[in-house]
């Protein structure tokens, strides 16, 4: 799946001044806690902050002293940015990188910035622009999104992949979705080694009542999960070293 650019950015430049207004829903918080954790453990050297948006992490990326540059393709967004960072700032596409090769120590890549652009270019980009030993954060939709109901998510994840399309703005936003087994198979294709992943029931926690059309065992492996690799959260949080 390849997004409409044209779309996304409209959508991004209408939505830039009340955007923030989405961080006071419960499930972002969580997730975006999540997120400030690993950009704590990982974020080193110069990090490019790709689809920033109205800047949430570059406050944080600047309180933890590496050197952050925010990209957005919303012009719109980075003046919100602005407000809250002053950090470098660029408008730029997150498909096609205006930097050197082997020159930047950390990339993040936040907040389904992954499910609505094209995936394998901006996964080539970050292997291209990366040092030897770099990190690539990101978090993303996974299959498991809520969504979805539970004989659907049984198809979809015996599938691996699917793509969703949801109304925003009135506006048309394809979302491409991930199973872990599938996102971590295409970065390690691209030269990158797991070093963290978690899976993040950030929507529901889930309620199991829903999940009736699963068998027994299936049930308790959804348990186990929260525990464990957390392939089956609806949100995954991963970061992954540069070979």
């Not at 948006?53 to 944080?60: E, N, R, S, V």
């Not at 389904?112 to 993303?140: H, M, P, Q, W």
Request: proline residues 4%; contains cysteine.
């Amino acid at each position: 799946m390849v997004q409409d650019k044209k779309t996304a950015k409209e959508l991004y430049d209408s939505t830039a001044g009340r955007y923030d207004l989405r961080q006071d829903n419960p499930s972002t918080k969580h997730l975006r806690r999540e997120e400030e954790h690993t950009l704590r453990k990982f974020a080193h050297g110069t990090v490019i902050d790709i689809g920033c948006g109205t800047g949430q992490h570059l406050p944080l990326l600047e309180e933890v002293g590496v050197t952050p540059i925010g990209i957005d393709i919303s012009l719109p967004m980075l003046h919100q940015s602005r407000k809250k960072c002053g950090c470098s700032l660029l408008r730029a596409d997150a498909e096609s990188l205006p930097f050197k090769s082997a020159s930047i120590d950390t990339i993040v890549c936040l907040h389904s910035v992954l499910n609505i652009c094209d995936y394998e270019k901006i996964i080539s980009e970050a292997g291209r622009i990366l040092k030897k030993g770099g990190i690539f954060l990101f978090s993303a939709t996974s299959i498991w999104d809520k969504e979805y109901p539970p004989v659907r998510k049984k198809i979809l994840y015996q599938q691996a992949s699917t793509t969703k399309t949801i109304r925003l703005e009135g506006r048309k936003i394809s979302f491409r979705l991930f199973s872990k087994n599938e996102i971590t198979n295409i970065l390690k294709s691209a030269g990158f080694r797991q070093i963290y992943f978690k899976g993040l029931f950030v929507y529901q926690r889930p309620y199991w009542g829903r999940f009736e059309d699963f068998t027994m065992w299936q049930k308790l492996k959804l348990m186990l999960d929260l525990a464990g690799p957390g392939s089956l959260g609806t949100m995954y949080a991963a970061a992954f070293k540069k070979e």
